[in-house]
């Protein structure tokens, strides 16, 4: 019964920055682990960022320092700001959740997704 829906994606040139959004209903964020991963066409889906129900957060070595993970409980929202981005960060971001309080960095934990949101960095 979760839904999420993505926003903020958009193109943009190398080095530019961009704030993604994922708005959630039928649960509460606060009470979720929340993810975002990117696939690229031809590419496996890849893990970029996730936070945990304490608010811990974990990032791919691919875009630590640029990327930073945040949850909005007030408006129910996760936030992916990226700045510097590249263009190897072209892709289609997808925000995702496990409903639990354990927390893990691998696709096939999370049970909801969303439609996604394009990136492309020329």
């Known amino acids: 019964d979760v839904q999420l829906v993505e926003s903020g994606g958009g193109s943009v040139q190398a080095g530019g920055s961009l704030r993604l959004s994922c708005a959630a209903s039928g649960y509460t964020v606060s009470r979720l682990c929340m993810g975002w991963f990117r696939q690229a066409p031809g590419k496996e889906r890849e893990f970029v960022a996730r936070i945990s129900v304490v608010g811990t957060t974990d990032t791919a070595d691919s875009v630590k320092g640029r990327f930073t993970i945040s949850r909005g409980n007030a408006d129910n929202t996760l936030y992916l700001q990226m700045n510097s981005l590249k263009p190897d960060d072209s892709a289609m971001y997808y925000c995702?959740?496990?409903?639990?309080?354990?927390?893990?960095?691998?696709?096939?934990?999370?049970?909801?997704w969303g439609q996604g949101t394009q990136v492309t960095v020329s």
């Open positions: 995702a959740v496990r409903l639990s309080s354990v927390c893990y960095n691998r696709a096939e934990t999370f049970e909801y």
